[in-house]
């Protein structure tokens, strides 16, 4: 049995860590750093650090700020937001990063994807999905921080990411996230059983039951939170052995 993630996601904005609900109504959440270093000492097996406005700011993402976090932290960190180009992707590793994650430039430009999968590995390459269902009950793909309908279908996205050479597919539910009401099973379970390489659920996560659901009915390989754990309305490691208990395969 493969070993599950349990991932706290850093939604960056303006320097800090912020949290919404619905990709809006931005709240406050702490230093990156600071967050970074406690979620190191608290079991997270993985780090993701987003900047979320990059995109639509048309900007680089704050390299100083990934230096300080990489040097803190001790475990796998992704980073994403504003990523353009194969340069993008060099800083960022130099900088610290062990994964770098695309989502707006990869849908605008896919081969981005094979370029960075040709030159670091498909380790390091994560394609970030953003999905919202529609009123026919399909899911399209949303670029620049969930603002822009790109009418590519998620399922169809995810196969050709895979097909690029992406390492592993970091999946968002527009809908569900930040409300606390579960993640989005349908969504995650499509994607899952359609690719072969990991799948990171993200958006909704509120109790231990979401995270034992997206992990055994959703067949996500990762499951990915964010004001849940910031807020300390549930701890790592106490997920982790209720995860065990439920014998999903998790380190401890």
């Not at 599950?4 to 303006?14: S, V």
């Not at 987003?50 to 995109?55: E, P, Q």
Request: net charge negative.
């Amino acid at each position: 049995m493969y070993t599950k993630r349990i991932i706290p996601c850093l939604d960056i904005n303006k320097g800090r860590v912020v949290k919404g609900i619905n990709f809006c109504d931005l709240v406050d959440a702490g230093d990156p750093v600071e967050t970074a270093k406690a979620y190191n000492a608290k079991g997270a097996d993985e780090l993701v650090f987003l900047d979320i406005t990059a995109s639509y700011e048309k900007r680089d993402i704050t390299l100083s700020m990934v230096e300080k976090v990489a040097s803190e932290v001790f475990i796998p960190f992704t980073v994403g937001g504003g990523i353009k180009t194969i340069e993008d992707f060099t800083a960022l590793l130099r900088a610290g990063a062990d994964k770098v994650s695309v989502n707006t430039a990869a849908v605008l430009n896919p081969s981005l994807i094979s370029e960075a999968s040709s030159m670091f590995g498909s380790q390091c390459v994560v394609a970030a999905i953003d999905a919202k269902k529609q009123e026919d009950g399909s899911y399209m793909v949303y670029i620049n921080g969930g603002r822009d309908n790109t009418f590519l279908n998620v399922v169809d996205w995810a196969i050709k990411c895979e097909q690029l050479g992406a390492g592993e597919i970091l999946l968002t539910s527009m809908d569900t996230d930040g409300t606390k009401k579960g993640f989005e099973l349908e969504l995650t379970k499509m994607v899952s059983k359609a690719v072969n390489i990991p799948v990171i659920a993200s958006g909704g996560a509120g109790t231990i039951q979401d995270f034992y659901d997206v992990l055994s009915i959703g067949h996500a390989d990762a499951a990915l939170a964010a004001s849940l754990f910031h807020f300390h309305e549930l701890d790592i490691i106490e997920l982790k052995y209720a995860l065990k208990n439920k014998g999903i395969s998790v380190r401890i």
